[in-house]
């Protein structure tokens, strides 16, 4: 059975920093790309950071130089490094593995992000 466990979210006031972690089992971590996605209230879902098998990285332009994606195969987790935090950042965000051939895809149950002063 496939888990996506995301933990670290909570509130913030806007400027500071929180990292999300997304430990998976049931895959093989290091054949899957990584996502994170996040969804704030009547918004579409939307990528947030990618990071490939050869460690490639993505990055949504709301979040280029604020925001880093890091995996680690060997624990099987996947972080989101979020800095200089801002109100529009509040949303779920979610963890996403995507098979690197076939394309299959997992989400994770979502975590509550929120920047508020």
């Known amino acids: 059975q496939v888990q996506l466990v995301e933990s670290g979210g909570g509130l913030v006031q806007p400027g500071e920093s929180l990292r999300l972690s997304c430990a998976a089992s049931g895959i093989i971590f290091s054949i899957y790309t990584m996502g994170w996605y996040r969804q704030a209230p009547e918004k579409q879902r939307e990528l947030v950071a990618s990071i490939s098998v050869a460690d490639t990285t993505n990055y949504g332009d709301s979040v280029k130089g604020r925001f880093t994606i890091s995996r680690d195969n060997a624990a099987k987790t996947v972080y989101l490094q979020m800095n200089n935090l801002k109100p529009e950042d509040t949303a779920v965000y979610y963890c996403?593995?995507?098979?690197?051939?076939?394309?299959?895809?997992?989400w994770g149950q979502g975590a509550q992000v929120t920047v508020s002063s």
């Open positions: 996403n593995a995507r098979h690197s051939v076939s394309v299959r895809q997992y």
